[in-house]
């Protein structure tokens, strides 16, 4: 299980820790693997993992900064969201610790949403089942304004003046600015934001008052 919007800078070992994955759920046909990454700082926008050797003890969603930078110390990884297993191993899981979902599983789109951590991984880990494996590669989520445009920098995408734009579908545009502001574009006008001084409710509630004037 792979997100789609996720980027590393060290393709190699990225490679080298998904074949160790695929190794372990090979090896170990009942085991559920995640990719664990190697912390860079104390984010508090991550889950983690805490481990002991490969063996995954549990799973802790996104702590305050006090907890963070504790987990960081004893050695836990930020949870990436990437999964290996057998098809045997997961119908497994999900027969033991979610079964309402794969009673649904030919009819999709009749099956409650749920996060696959805490349906699955958080009771497989308390059972056992769950290893995890290092990931250092450069790893980003790109799952803020920040990252994204330090990720867009360091490929070049940007003008003269440090800033960079991104075309919409709508004929539009979003320019991230060198001071980290960003500016939307499109057939209602310009919207100007902070991404750093103000939340992501804030930001869409603004966005929506600016839309209805």
């Known amino acids: 299980v792979l997100p789609a919007d996720h980027a590393v800078r060290d393709a190699a070992a ?20 995640t990719l664990g990454v190697v912390p860079t700082s104390a984010a508090t926008g991550f889950g983690y993992i805490v481990a002991i050797g490969p ?5 802790v969603e996104k702590p305050d900064a006090t907890t963070a930078a504790r987990l960081v110390k004893e050695g836990a990884r930020w949870n990436a969201g990437t999964f ?26 009749q099956i409650t949403p749920g996060p696959i951590d805490t349906l699955v991984m958080e009771p ?18 790109v799952g803020s304004w920040r990252s994204l445009r330090s990720h867009l920098l360091e490929a070049g995408a940007c ?20 001071d ?4 939307a574009r499109g057939p209602i006008g310009e919207f100007t934001f902070d991404p750093e001084r103000m939340s992501d409710a804030e930001i869409r509630a603004a966005a ?4 209805s004037r």
Do not use: K
């Open 84 to 109: 290996v297993w057998r098809r045997g191993a997961i119908l497994t899981a999900l027969r033991a610790y979610t079964p309402a979902t794969l009673a649904g599983i030919n009819d999709y789109e």
């Open 180 to 183: 980290g502001r960003v500016s």
């Open 55 to 59: 063996r995954v003890e549990r799973f």
């Open 159 to 178: 003008d003269a003046s440090g800033v960079i734009t991104i075309a919409t579908r709508d004929g539009g545009s979003v320019m991230i600015n060198p």
């Open 14 to 33: 990225w490679r080298a820790a998904v074949s160790s994955a695929l190794s372990i759920a090979a090896a170990e046909g009942s085991s559920l693997v």
């Open 124 to 141: 497989a880990a308390a059972a056992g089942h769950v290893r995890t494996v290092p990931l250092d590669c450069g790893w980003s989520d």
């Open 208 to 211: 929506a008052e600016h839309a």
